[in-house]
Structure formats: structure tokens, C-alpha cells
């Protein structure tokens, strides 16, 4: 089926994070949230404009389909004298059926400005196969799902549903900030898609990106754990990103800094969704693993070893934890070692070389026997974009034991489905880890991964983006339709 043979599809649009501290003040008079818009306004609160046709033709002069009701009865159409251009007519004097608040794309473009040095395309598809698991689920919902990426050779490949066109160009591989990609843009833009997903800011591109393509198609960006520049560079943030039609973050309230920088304007403009899953399951055939793995329970760390991490106040907060369960054994996994020799240290000052041990690192598709063969995931992060690792955890139904962050918070499910502490506070980790222990290991395990199916899986993740998406191509459409003629 051809991009615009395709019907566009509908669906609920997403409720905004009421909670997202503001700046700004949306336009338009407020109302309560699920309550019935005012007569004669948008869901936005905004006025349509008087020369919108509210009868058949609603496709072509009223794009987001803004009939309003009264009681949740449909209004009598005025009389059009338009014809019946561009869409769905109705006989005259017939109400029309409203579709919902916002659409499904029909088409994505994933924008990478970004890539890695690997030898070939196909190696980078595979390196990045935690994301591009998401862009399939996506395209299994009947979304033509294209990603541009920068790369040092050209090459087209489809693979999995989804089609990788990458676009030589002699930018270095981070390409900076105020570089313009003109080979990636210019194939881009041909493609004519619906919304276009940009992974991480880029504020001059995105700006540029804008003007480029057409007025209806929306651009949505997904945060990465960036944090709001500031001085003369957030001034610069707030005039290029003020066309953004959505951002997506893991948890809503890693918007609030945007927001308080004034880059986001409006709380609907924010969405939550993972950045990646993973296929990890928790089928267990016994607890062997490459190096063997012994206790009861046993307690899984993976994870870079550096002061974020803060791998010493998790090791302390077991230490306790022990006192009340000898026989708990951790294992720490980790690629980066920055405080290897003070977590050394600590364990032979703390006499837990029988209760800890360091096994070095694995390939991740080793990783997941090392998961399957464990009770518990621990982590002591200060803070993260999402939590690559918490997810393949949760995928094999290792229960979490990790900090009260805000993205932690979410893949978790407000704690529901592990259990939380604060950062930094090993008797805050030594209690987690106490409940955790008391509590039926089985039932836990069932509980995480039920979790990762319903939020953290490519199926989830894709559901999510795409209510995010909808809701951009409805703001896009909105503001094109209501534009002073």
C-alpha cells in the first residue's frame, strides 16, 4: 500500500502532564482536564476560526475534525456552499461524525545526526538494535517508518520492516552544533513524512528542518538525559526549539527543567516514552552462568562503576543488608571502571569478599543468563535518561532494587513493581533491600516482568510514540488551520 493510498487512522490524543511546573501560562481560558470544551472552542481552548466549515467537508477546512458537542450530542451543521472538496461529505443537514482529537501519522522519519564509527551500515543497525526494535513495532502498526542516518558511506537497506537509508557526508561523525547536514536534510525531505522523530535537540538543525518541510508534518524530539544550556545558549534553545510539536522523555518530570528554562512552553507538549527495550526473556534453564553464580538470594549489579552509579553506597547498603541475610551474594558486572579500585578496597575493608564478588564484563548477549540467574537488580543511580540495563533486568523478571529517580520511578510503575530508595542513603538501600528480601521472590519476578510487558517492551514503546505523534500531527494541524488567511 502506497503512503497516500493509506487511510489515516485516529486515536485518543494523550493527557497532559499536569504537573510540569510552568513558566508560561498555555493561551486560551483554562478549564478542568476531561472536562467538556466551551461552546465554539477547540480541546486547546483556542477559537476556531469563522471561516472553518463545520459540515462535510471537514477534512479539508477543519482538519482536526473541531465539531463541538453539547450534552455529547453532535450540533446541526450550518448550511456550506464549499461543495464537497477535499473529504467526507455528509447529506445536507446531517450531522457529521467528529474523529477523535488526534491522528496517527501515516509516516515517521527517525532523524540520526549522529553515528557511530563501526566498519558498515549493517554493523551500526545492529549495535543500535535496542532503539531500532521500537521503529519495527511502530512500523507493525502500519506506520512507514524511515531512518535518516549520517554515516561515512551511502547505502539503502530494509530490514525488519523498516527502511535505514544512510547518507554519506563529510561532517565528522558528532556533528556540531552549528553544522548543517544538507545530504541528510535533502533526502529527508523528500520522503514528505508525517512527523519527523529527531533523537536529541539539535536546535539548529531542527530549526532549519522546519522551514524545509511541509506546514502539516510535525516535529517531535526525544530527550536523551540532555540537560537545559544555559546564558546566551538557552536564549538561543528557546527561539530555534519554539516550533517543536512534542517532547518525549521517559518520565514527564524530566521535562520540568526544559520547562523551567523556558524551552518547553506548554505541558502538552510533553510525552513519556522509553527510549529502548529490549527481546530478553525469563526463561530460566537453572542458575548457570559463565562464572557461576551462587546465593540466597542473589543480587545483580550492572553497570558503569562511577560516581553517578555510586557504586560505594549501594555496596554499603548491602553490607547491611547482609547482617540480616548472610547468605545474599552480589555480583558486580560492569564495562566502565572508573571506581573499580575504591569498590576493591571497599570490600576487603568491609571483609565481603565471600558475599561480593566482581567477575569483570560480558557480551551483552551473555547478559542474559546472568539475569535469568538472578533474584535482584541493584543500582544506585543519581540520575538517567532511561536505564537500559533496569529494563533488561525487568524483561528476565529480576526484581529492582534502584533509586527514586524520576525515570526509575517510571519504568517501575511508582515502585509497584520493585522497590525504591533514595540516592545517596545507604540505609535507604539497606531497607529496600530488606523489604525486597521479606517479600515472595516469585511473586516479584511476576510483577517485573508483567511491568516491562505492559510499559518498557518494543510493543509499549511503540504505543507510546505514537499517542505522542498523534498529538503533534494534531497541534501542527491545529495551528496551519486556525493560521490568520
Keep these: 500500500m502506497t503512503r497516500a493510498s493509506r487511510p489515516m487512522t485516529t486515536m485518543n490524543s494523550s493527557k497532559p502532564f499536569s504537573t510540569l511546573p510552568m513558566t508560561r501560562q498555555p493561551t486560551g481560558p483554562c478549564w478542568t482536564p476531561g472536562a467538556q470544551p466551551p461552546p465554539h472552542r477547540t480541546a486547546h481552548g483556542m477559537r476556531l476560526r469563522t471561516s472553518l466549515c463545520t459540515r462535510g467537508c471537514w477534512r479539508r477546512h477543519d482538519p482536526l475534525g473541531i465539531l463541538l458537542h453539547r450534552r455529547g450530542e453532535p ?81 539503502t537497506i530494509d530490514h525488519r520492516g523498516v527502511r535505514y537509508q544512510f547518507v554519506a557526508d563529510r561532517h565528522r561523525t558528532i556533528l556540531p552544533a552549528w553544522m548543517y547536514p544538507r545530504a541528510l536534510h535533502h533526502a529527508a525531505i523528500a520522503a514528505e513524512c508525517d512527523v519527523y522523530h529527531i533523537n536529541s535537540y539539535f536546535p539548529l538543525q531542527s530549526a532549519i528542518l522546519r522551514r524545509q518541510i511541509r506546514a502539516s508534518a510535525a516535529i517531535v524530539h526525544q530527550d536523551h538525559a540532555a540537560l537545559p544550556r544555559t546564558g546566551l545558549r538557552r536564549l538561543w534553545d528557546r527561539a530555534l526549539l519554539r516550533h517543536a510539536d512534542g517532547f518525549v522523555f521517559v518520565s514527564g518530570l524530566q521535562g520540568a527543567p526544559w520547562a523551567e528554562a523556558g524551552v518547553i512552553r506548554s505541558p502538552d507538549l510533553v510525552h513519556e516514552a522509553m527510549e529502548g527495550s529490549t527481546g530478553f526473556t525469563p526463561e530460566r534453564t537453572g542458575k548457570q552462568t559463565p562464572g557461576g553464580m551462587e546465593g540466597d538470594p542473589t543480587v545483580l549489579w550492572v553497570g558503569r562503576l562511577n560516581h553517578n552509579k555510586d557504586p560505594l553506597v549501594a555496596l554499603a547498603g548491602f553490607r547491611e543488608a ?71 533486568a525487568m524483561a528476565c523478571g529480576v526484581v529492582p532494587v534502584v533509586t527514586d529517580i524520576p525515570s526509575f520511578r517510571k519504568m517501575t510503575g511508582d515502585g509497584r513493581a520493585g522497590y525504591l530508595w533514595e540516592p545517596g542513603n545507604a540505609a535507604s538501600c539497606a531497607a529496600a533491600l530488606r523489604r525486597a528480601f521479606a517479600q515472595p521472590r516469585d511473586e516479584g519476578s511476576r510483577a517485573a ?33 486556525t493560521r490568520p488567511s
Excluded at 571506581?339 to 575493608?349: N, Y
Design 75 to 155: 450540533t446541526q451543521p450550518p448550511a456550506c456552499d464549499r461543495g464537497s472538496r477535499g473529504g467526507r461529505v455528509a447529506p445536507h443537514g446531517q450531522p457529521v461524525s467528529a474523529p477523535a482529537n488526534s491522528f496517527a501519522p501515516r509516516s515517521v522519519a527517525v532523524m540520526n545526526y549522529f553515528y557511530d564509527e563501526v566498519r558498515s551500515p549493517e554493523a551500526l543497525i545492529d549495535r543500535y538494535r535496542s532503539t531500532n526494535g521500537v521503529w519495527e513495532a511502530v512500523a507493525r502498526d502500519g506506520v512507514e517508518v524511515t531512518v535518516f542516518q549520517r554515516f561515512g558511506s551511502a547505502a
Design 322 to 392: 547482609l547482617r540480616d541475610n548472610p547468605r545474599a551474594r552480589l555480583y558486580i558486572i560492569a564495562h566502565e571502571t572508573d571506581l573499580a579500585d575504591a569498590v576493591r578496597a571497599q570490600i576487603e575493608a568491609d571483609s565481603l569478599q565471600d558475599a561480593v564478588q566482581m567477575p569483570g564484563a560480558f557480551p551483552h548477549e551473555a547478559m542474559e543468563d546472568w539475569y535469568r540467574a538472578a533474584d535482584y537488580f541493584l543500582l544506585g543511580s543519581h540520575k538517567e535518561g532511561s536505564g537500559f540495563a533496569l529494563a533488561e
Design 449 to 481: 516482568r508483567a511491568q516491562f510487558e505492559a510499559h518498557l517492551s518494543f510493543d509499549a514503546i511503540a504505543r507510546d510514540l505514537l499517542k505522542a505523534y498523534g498529538a503533534a500531527v494534531e497541534r501542527r494541524l491545529y495551528q496551519k488551520a
